[in-house]
């Protein structure tokens, strides 16, 4: 039976294009064990393709309403086609990472047949190291970020010995993989319209601080739930279909010390990495605004009377917010102090808040953010610069059939108003950071490597390490 997308699904579905792909992936890279009964990893996947099961959810493909072009629900394909979704590509030997992400880049360019389930899934071998990557993508209206980047660990062990074990597709992911429908997630604009008016009308009082204190920080640049003054765009370029991604891990032994010496969090030297690494890339092409960037950042909140985050759902339990990066300061120990400040404020501030007044605050937020995928453009109001996202990764080593999963990174779909992503993942002892951007809008993202070890040095340097 038909399940109906939620509204801002709808119009991801709606406006994507060849120019515009809408989908989010993950790449993870695969150490093969040494054994001498090591399986070969394609091998493994040319057999998984061979047996041909497919779990319900890789069969889910959308399907626009012959009533209404603007509803589309998701339906369950009987017969899919294996050859097409399962790919397998081989670098040249010996392979190089920067081979393998200027391939990535390509199939994270292309956009997805809207006729067939919305989801692919290639092995590339070929590196000199042995390793292999598995490059997953489906479309946004599918999964989000995380789900995608989870849905490659879901098949995953913690022994090494361990074979047979199943292929992606052959399993059924967790409940954050469910298809948002019509009762969940964002929703239309006039039901955010309609939710900020009920929730001023009917909590009157208690709404009116967290509205004026909202309201306030977007007014004057400070960070906070929502912000209508960013800086200008990152890079003044249009945003076309060619991307490029690319990634790189640190250790998170090198991270936390940094922290530690800060009196910040683990996500607050990720954040000003990121923030000296901008602003190295910006400066070395002359594109440095005199006002600090502003990245979105998700943030978990626990609110008041709920001691237990169990009760909550992960929609619940974390809030998009805008940081500033201060850009504008030179000093990388002065960012860092003033981003975990920063933090620190706007955690308090959602942490003190109720469900009526965080309510509010998501709909101040949306309604900008609806507008704007209605128009095509900004909304009425100028979008963050970037978003930088810290997600929760495997804590220990993981396994597929006896395949070490030696680095996880998320990877997401750059957008007309936001040209570059990073998304960072913890994994066992590092940290991966995944950059996705618009080759037009961010060209030489491959060089916010180099600016990320950069700013990493200077920030050990600057703390005494």
């Not at 790919?87 to 010996?94: D, K, M, S």
């Not at 996500?267 to 600090?292: I, K, N, Q, W, Y």
């Not at 750059?414 to 002892?429: F, G, H, S, V, W």
């Not at 951007?437 to 200077?458: F, I, K, Q, V």
Request: hydrophobic letters at 40%.
């Amino acid at each position: 039976m038909p399940v109906p997308t939620n509204p801002i699904d709808a119009l991801r579905l709606r406006t994507a294009s060849a120019e515009h792909p809408l989908h989010v992936g993950a790449l993870a890279l695969l150490s093969p064990g040494h054994e001498t009964d090591a399986p070969d990893i394609g091998e493994i996947f040319a057999a998984a393709v061979e047996r041909d099961r497919i779990a319900e959810f890789w069969r889910r493909s959308a399907q626009r309403s012959v009533f209404s072009p603007t509803r589309w629900s998701w339906t369950t394909c009987a017969a899919v086609d294996l050859d097409y979704h399962v790919q397998t590509w081989a670098l040249p030997r010996p392979g190089t990472e920067a081979e393998l992400w200027r391939l990535v880049s390509r199939l994270h360019s292309e956009q997805l047949d809207p006729g067939r389930p919305a989801w692919e899934i290639h092995l590339i071998e070929g590196l000199a190291d042995g390793r292999y990557g598995v490059y997953l993508k489906a479309h946004h209206a599918l999964l989000d970020r995380p789900s995608a980047a989870r849905l490659l660990e879901d098949g995953l062990t913690g022994d090494p010995s361990a074979r047979d074990t199943a292929a992606p597709w052959e399993l059924e992911p967790g409940d954050a993989a469910e298809p948002r429908t019509h009762g969940s997630g964002l929703g239309s604009l006039p039901t955010l319209v309609a939710s900020a008016t009920r929730a001023a009308v009917t909590d009157g009082i208690r709404v009116l601080p967290a509205l004026a204190d909202t309201l306030d920080r977007a007014m004057r640049r400070c960070s906070g739930p929502s912000t209508v003054t960013a800086s200008r765009p990152l890079l003044d370029a249009p945003v076309g279909s060619a991307r490029a991604v690319t990634g790189r891990s640190w250790a998170l032994e090198r991270l936390r010390p940094v922290a530690e010496a800060s009196d910040a969090t683990v996500f607050d030297v990720v954040l000003a990495m990121c923030a000296g690494a901008l602003r190295r890339h910006l400066t070395a092409r002359d594109g440095l605004p005199p006002e600090p960037l502003v990245a979105l950042v998700p943030v978990p909140i626990q609110r008041r009377g709920e001691p237990d985050a169990s009760v909550r759902t992960p929609e619940e339990g974390v809030r998009p917010v805008t940081c500033s990066l201060a850009t504008h300061l030179p000093d990388p120990a002065h960012r860092l102090a003033a981003i975990s400040a920063t933090m620190r404020d706007v955690r308090s501030a959602l942490d003190s808040a109720d469900r009526a007044q965080l309510a509010t605050m998501s709909a101040l937020r949306g309604i900008p953010r609806a507008i704007g995928l209605l128009t095509g453009g900004d909304g009425p109001v100028r979008n963050p610069n970037v978003v930088i996202t810290g997600l929760a990764g495997p804590t220990s080593r993981l396994y597929w059939n006896s395949a070490h999963l030696s680095a996880l990174y998320p990877l997401s779909a750059p957008a007309r108003a936001r040209p570059l992503t990073i998304t960072c993942m913890n994994n066992d002892t590092q940290v991966s950071f995944g950059l996705a951007g618009s080759t037009r809008a961010t060209p030489a993202l491959s060089a916010m490597l180099g600016h990320l070890d950069c700013e990493l040095e200077a920030l050990e340097a600057a703390v005494g390490l």
